[in-house]
């Protein structure tokens, strides 16, 4: 699977972003996807999950529950992470994944975008 990320810019506190990750190379509606960020220093770690069938499970990190939600377009073989009352916190390059089952875990994941860069102004 192929993945490339968009979406990523600089905003301010408060403020929205949508990214988003087309995949293409193999049957995207067998992929579950993920989101992961890495900030400067830090380890990669998890955002968000959703399994691979439509109405199936998603999952968050807690520090995005109730500002970010994911989901997946299938016909269009995209997912989207919509970023609400973004946060300082939230700076980071953020990577969308693709793997068998959606999981919390980094080495789930067999496939990754290069990353979207999010600065999230105070």
């Known amino acids: 699977v192929q993945l490339q990320a968009s979406g990523g810019g600089l905003v301010q506190a408060g403020g929205s972003l949508r990214l988003s990750c087309v995949a293409s190379g193999r049957t995207f509606s067998n992929e579950a996807m993920a989101w992961f960020r890495q900030a400067p220093g830090k380890e990669r770690e998890f955002v968000a999950a959703i399994s691979s069938r439509i109405g199936g499970s998603i999952h968050y990190t807690d520090s995005v529950k109730g500002r970010f939600t994911t989901s997946r377009d299938n016909a269009k073989n995209t997912v989207y992470l919509q970023m609400n009352n973004l946060k300082p916190e939230d700076t980071a390059v953020y990577y969308c994944?693709?793997?068998?089952?959606?999981?919390?875990?980094?080495?789930?994941?067999?496939?990754w975008g290069q990353g979207t860069q999010v600065t999230v102004s105070s």
């Open positions: 994944a693709a793997g068998p089952r959606s999981a919390v875990i980094l080495v789930l994941y067999d496939y």
